[in-house]
């Protein structure tokens, strides 16, 4: 069975500290792994995957196979990245569509 | 990106009685639907799974008498909830893709109370 585990539900860091959110999974397959982000009022959105290899809003996330993990990291928090953050695993469809399973979430605030 | 969007924002049904969720895909056509359920302070969890034109898949312990859902064309997925008790008060969200597209774009959501 896949599962999506985020540790911490809550994270609050000072404006310009690092920010680093854990995700770890589970998965026979080979996994493909999102990072969604919620902002206050709005509605879920995607903010990177893990084959993009971008970085999105100074995020980054490196897909760690032998540690089955996929932390998303950012040096320097903005107040604007205040939001409940979601790891999200996509697994394998006979469909091939976008069946996600999602970690339980991260609220992070950002203090001035 | 695509814009998915979901209507009621929020309702608010008499125990006993079913209220239809509709989530629309606007700019695009959306081979697949997902429905997703919401409590507070959690993360989503997947209900159902619905392909244009077949039957709903859906996950382990979810009712399908219970939660009907119907995608009738690429655009329109609904998700009924027959019987309203209490214990569905909830957030409902659908997400919607079409094949072969990087990414799932979800609706803004819709707050079910039932009193």
């Known amino acids: 069975a896949q599962r999506v585990t985020q540790p911490e539900k809550l994270l609050s860091v000072f404006k310009g500290a690092p920010v680093e959110l854990k995700c770890n999974y589970s998965?026979?397959?080979?996994?493909?792994l999102f990072w969604y982000v919620q902002y206050s009022r709005q509605r879920l959105q995607l903010l990177l995957r893990h084959i993009s290899r971008e970085s999105i809003k100074g995020f980054t996330a490196d897909l760690n196979k032998g540690e089955t993990s996929f932390h998303l990291k950012k040096p320097f928090a903005q107040e604007e990245d205040s939001a409940m953050y979601y790891c999200?695993?996509?697994?394998?469809?006979?469909?091939?569509?976008?069946?996600?399973?999602f970690g339980k979430g991260n609220q992070v605030v950002v203090i001035p | 990106g695509a814009v998915v969007s979901q209507h009621p924002s929020w309702v608010i049904c008499k125990s006993g009685t079913s209220v239809k969720i509709e989530c629309r895909s606007l700019d695009f056509q959306a081979t697949t639907m997902f429905w997703y359920r919401q409590f507070p302070k959690q993360s989503l969890m997947l209900m159902a799974t619905s392909n244009e034109g077949s039957k709903a898949t859906y996950e382990q312990g979810v009712e399908k008498d219970k939660f009907l859902i119907n995608h009738a064309s690429l655009t329109l997925s609904t998700l009924t909830v027959t019987s309203a008790h209490p214990e569905d008060s909830s957030f409902y969200i659908c997400?919607?893709?079409?094949?072969?597209?990087?990414?799932?774009?979800f609706g803004q959501g819709t707050r079910l109370t039932v009193v």
């Open positions: 997400s919607a893709d079409s094949r072969g597209q990087a990414e799932a774009f």
């Open positions: 998965y026979s397959g080979s996994p493909e």
């Open positions: 999200a695993l996509k697994r394998l469809s006979v469909f091939e569509n976008n069946r996600l399973a």
